[in-house]
């Protein structure tokens, strides 16, 4: 089979790059869902910006096509051209068996109009609570939620992350979901010394509420806090501030936005994983995390997994987590214990091979003669 991820902020994760400036989540789940496609046997191409690599080009068996640069063109005229033209241009140049899109954009219609003038199969990926909630998305103009909408009812298969979002998926818009876990890369090589205390990582947005590691910092002296990530497109400002703010913190590190080639050894080195969002989809940190056997202490719990499981500590407010903190730091036996069982239940569900495969026996469900035709009803 054919099958193409619309990514556009792919590339850098594709191809390692290490001056990436942003690495997004649903840029690893991408990467990670086209190797494992590639494994198993798939014609896979991706849709990505330029970064002067040229329109195409060829990354360990995936296709990478560039119709465009992130900023290329004219504003408010670039919405046509280079970006719509651009895009069905390579969507036809592709011409995939199914295409996999996530998150919500413009890029949701776009993709959806394509697969329904060309007979192509579309699975959209839901990769947060936002998305499922009408005019909360994280999409600045009325007109591309309008299309983000669009494209949310005409996909073939819509896979959420969680039963949350399933539940607002049909309350909001009557569409009808599949929930399905997330990729996750498994470790490999010794495991470095634990010298992170407490590590939180993500790009550095208002959403994402880094303001509160600061504040655990200053209320917990003798906790070692690392606080790792760049800044989003368009949010200098508000990445330059957080910094300076934790530049007047000794137990705080902000090493800044690190590759993903890295950030595992990080993720190994510490002792626990804090995310401080309130509203998510499922992070790919929480696996990240997870899957070296380190707890997750947050306040965002998909489908009341961390507290059912008893994989870390769902918190209720500030002066909770803290104590979560202090008392999982001072307690080596309960925190393996959770270390442990996090593991094992990272390694038993979350492998990319079998969360790539599920994709493709979930869309074939829906319609079965079409993936039959395709060979890979299973």
């Known amino acids: 089979m054919k099958i193409c991820i619309v990514g556009l ?45 040229g329109r195409v080009t060829e990354v360990d068996g995936i ?12 504003p408010v005229l670039r919405f046509v051209h280079p970006r719509l033209t651009g895009m069905l241009s390579a969507m036809r140049e592709i011409d995939a068996d199914v295409y996999y899109q996530s998150p919500a954009g413009v890029a949701t219609g776009i993709t959806a109009w394509f697969c329904r003038r060309h007979g192509k199969r579309f699975i959209l990926r839901i990769a947060s609570d936002l998305a499922c909630i009408p ?74 509420r880094p303001e509160i590691v600061l504040e655990l910092a200053r209320r917990l002296p003798k906790v070692r806090f690392t606080l790792a990530g760049g800044a989003l497109p368009g949010a ?40 401080t969002s309130q509203i998510e989809g499922f992070p790919n940190t ?21 507290k059912q499981r008893q994989l870390g500590h769902t918190a209720t407010d500030l002066e909770d987590m803290a104590s979560a903190i202090v008392r999982l ?29 599920r994709n493709l026996e979930m869309l074939a469900a829906r319609d079965t003669p079409q993936v039959l035709r395709y060979g890979t009803s299973g």
């Open 135 to 208: 005019g909360k998305q994280l999409i600045r103009f009325w007109r591309d939620r309008k299309i983000y909408e669009y494209g949310l009812r005409r996909a073939d298969l819509v896979v959420a992350q969680s039963e949350q979002q399933r539940t607002l998926l049909e309350q909001n818009y009557g569409v009808k979901s599949e929930v399905l876990d997330m990729a996750v890369e498994m470790p490999s090589g010794p495991q470095p010394d634990k010298d992170i205390d407490v590590l939180w990582v993500s790009n550095l947005r208002p959403v994402k």
């Open 286 to 306: 929480f696996l990240q995390a997870w899957v070296r056997g380190v707890p997750v202490v947050a306040f965002f719990d998909p489908d009341s997994l961390i």
């Open 329 to 357: 730091l001072g307690d080596d036996v309960e925190r393996q214990r959770i270390g442990e069982r996090a593991r094992a239940y990272a390694i038993a569900q979350f492998g990319a091979t079998h969360i790539a495969s």
């Open 236 to 275: 200098d400002d508000y990445y330059r501030t957080v910094l300076e703010a934790a530049s007047s913190l000794p137990n705080l590190s902000c090493p800044g936005a690190v590759p993903y080639t890295e950030v595992g050894a990080m993720f190994s080195r510490a002792r626990l994983f804090l995310n």
């Open 63 to 74: 296709r990478a096509v560039a119709p465009y640069a992130r900023d290329e063109g004219i």
């Open 9 to 53: 902020d792919d590339y850098p994760q594709l191809a390692k790059l290490k001056n990436a400036k942003y690495v997004g989540g649903e840029s690893v789940q991408h990467v990670l869902l086209a190797r494992a496609w590639r494994e198993l046997g798939h014609d896979v191409s991706m849709i990505v910006h330029d970064h002067g690599q």
